[in-house]
């Protein structure tokens, strides 16, 4: 079945830019997708790319996606602590099906 | 605009115990969604609906069963609750395609 892997553990210091990662392994994505969890919270949906884009910006929030080698990224420019969270990459494929990833959790030190 | 809401919000159950978890969306969307959140797995499909009058199973159906009781509303309940079932229980809901899903804050379940 359809596979996304992202990496468990992110730590940045505040000011600096994240960049999350995220592959996934199903050729018929059509939308892409990140997520927002913070502590004792459902997920919240931060942004989305359509497949036939390279990239979405979107205030301090940039998307790549290279469709080729199936790799999604998520840039947070001036990463503030109010950012740490846990990111989830989803894809959405055939009959509408979404597939979560695992989650990274971006810790910001002051 | 509440958006997608649930309850309870924590519930501690005895293995054999049956509970029902309640959601109710208040976006007109078509379609809901159960998911289960375990550390390290990320989160799994349990059951979802597509329409008004249609369920299907999704990843981890066994132990589960629903209800898309009208449009707005869409309930899992546990038969026979055990202590595998304690996980986070998240409902979403999704106007379509490239719409994304908007999720509740979820339920804390531990069976003990």
């Known amino acids: 079945g359809e596979d996304v892997e992202q990496s468990l553990f992110l730590s940045v210091r505040e000011g600096d830019s994240s960049v999350i990662n995220c592959t996934y392994t199903?050729?018929?994505?059509?939308?892409l997708y990140w997520y927002k969890q913070e502590p004792g919270a459902g997920l919240q949906l931060l942004t989305y790319i359509f497949s036939n884009m390279d990239m979405k910006q979107d205030q301090r929030l940039t998307v790549l996606l290279n469709k080729k080698d199936k790799h999604l990224s998520l840039r947070i420019a001036d990463t503030q602590t109010g950012d740490s969270a846990i990111y989830f990459c989803a894809e959405e494929g055939s009959y509408q099906k979404v597939t979560f990833g695992t989650g990274t959790k971006l810790q910001v030190i002051p | 605009n509440a958006g997608v809401t649930q309850t309870p919000k924590f519930q501690v159950l005895k293995t054999g115990q049956s509970m029902t978890l309640q959601c109710a969306q208040d976006?007109?969307?078509?379609?809901m969604y159960w998911y289960r959140q375990d550390p390290g797995m990320g989160l799994r499909l349990i059951y979802y609906s597509a329409s008004e009058g249609t369920t299907d199973k999704g990843e981890v159906p066994n132990g589960y069963n629903v209800s898309r009781l009208n449009k707005r509303e869409f309930s899992l309940r546990l038969e026979s609750a055990a202590p595998s079932q304690t996980s986070v229980y998240f409902c979403?809901?999704?106007?379509?395609?490239?719409?994304?899903?908007?999720f509740g804050s979820g339920t804390r379940l531990t069976v003990v």
């Open positions: 976006m007109n969307h078509n379609s």
């Open positions: 199903d050729s018929s994505s059509t939308y």
């Open positions: 979403a809901s999704s106007e379509g395609r490239g719409g994304g899903y908007t």
